[in-house]
């Protein structure tokens, strides 16, 4: 089977279970997203994973994004899911949808601030550490809150989600914790934070994730096959 041939048929065995996965675990009203995770694949298999109705793309890097962008149909919609340095917001900052790796009040102050001298507001994500792990970013459970109360004050971001890498191994119990705290955080309806989105299950994961209140999986080997 050629490669693309390959991408369609993991694209709608994807979508598929997904779609079952939501009808067994969720109700019909709440909606959920697929994300193709884009890093080290050709312009080409992103597009075809996007005609076949995977239509939001995942980005990891700056200079491998701004490298493609141009190939990529128009019909998708790209968020930011990779660790993301302050100075390289502005490369970005135009064309990405959604920053989904908010992982700092400096960062996050980058944001706002180009956003405020761009005239836009920002929809961005916090990407939570809930495995605590050293190796990975997001800021610490405790943390959360105390950064979504700084991250209120600052206007010209839109605070609408949370994302999350749990360890790997045992995901369902981060993944039930990642909930829990998606459910708190919505309750104390802090001013100016609006989260909706639970961002979080990848490739080995994602049904788990769906059944604990994910409504974006993160999709990269699954669709396109193992990275080069
Ligand atoms: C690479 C990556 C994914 C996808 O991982 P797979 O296991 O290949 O599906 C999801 N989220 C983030 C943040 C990633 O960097």
Known sequence: MNELDYIKENALRIIDEVCNAKAKYRSSSDKLDIMAVTKTVSPEAVNTAISCGITLLGENRVQEYTSKKGSYLPTARVDFIGHLQSNKVKYIIDDISIIQ????IPLAKEINRL???????????????????????????????????????????????????????????????MNELFID?????????????????????YITAIKHGSNLVRIGTALFGARK
Do not use: W, Y
């Open 115 to 177: 956003s405020l001298a761009h005239g836009i507001v920002k929809d961005v994500f916090v990407e939570v550490n809930i495995g605590r792990e050293e190796t990975k970013s997001g800021v610490l459970p405790e943390m959360l809150e105390e950064t979504l109360f700084n991250l209120s004050e600052m206007r010209n971001i839109n605070v609408c989600g949370l994302m999350s890498i749990p360890p790997k191994g045992s995901p369902e119990k981060f993944f039930s914790q």
């Open 101 to 104: 790796s908010v992982d700092s």
């Open 185 to 205: 955080i919505k309750a104390k309806n802090i001013d100016n934070i609006n989260v909706s989105v639970l961002s979080m299950g990848m490739s080995s994961d």
